[in-house]
């Protein structure tokens, strides 16, 4: 099982920058991609963005293309999503998620909360107007 902790949410005003950090242990990180989701308040948990195990492939929702990225580093177990161009509608807690039930080497096999099954604590993400 892997276990998942983010790091780096925080309060910043609209247009602002954030840098999220997922750090993993458990099972062999580097084999397997890794995807952020977030939930705001009333609302279910979204996809955000996905990478794949090589950080060859990556996905962004609609909503955050063009200002969300997403990075990997394999040697030391981290994955990383930069945040540009906040806006009051990314207020969520976002959450770090992996899929230990598929092939190492594997691509994704969804994008929605369900085809994953470790999950982070959730960090809070807050976005002034």
């Known amino acids: 099982q892997v276990q998942l902790i983010e790091s780096g949410g925080g309060l910043v005003q609209a247009g602002g920058s954030l840098r999220l950090t997922c750090a993993a242990s458990?099972?062999?990180?580097?084999?397997?991609?890794r995807a952020w989701f977030r939930q705001a308040p009333g609302k279910e948990r979204e996809f955000v963005a996905i990478i794949s195990w090589s950080g060859g492939s990556t996905r962004y929702a609609d909503s955050v293309k063009g200002r969300f990225t997403i990075s990997r580093d394999n040697a030391e177990n981290t994955v990383y999503l930069q945040m540009n161009v906040l806006k009051p509608e990314d207020t969520a807690v976002y959450y770090c998620a992996a899929d230990s039930r598929i092939p190492p080497h594997s691509l994704w096999s969804g994008l929605s909360a369900p085809d994953f099954d470790s999950w982070g604590q959730g960090t809070q993400v807050t976005v002034s107007s």
């Open positions: 458990g099972r062999a990180f580097s084999n397997y991609p």
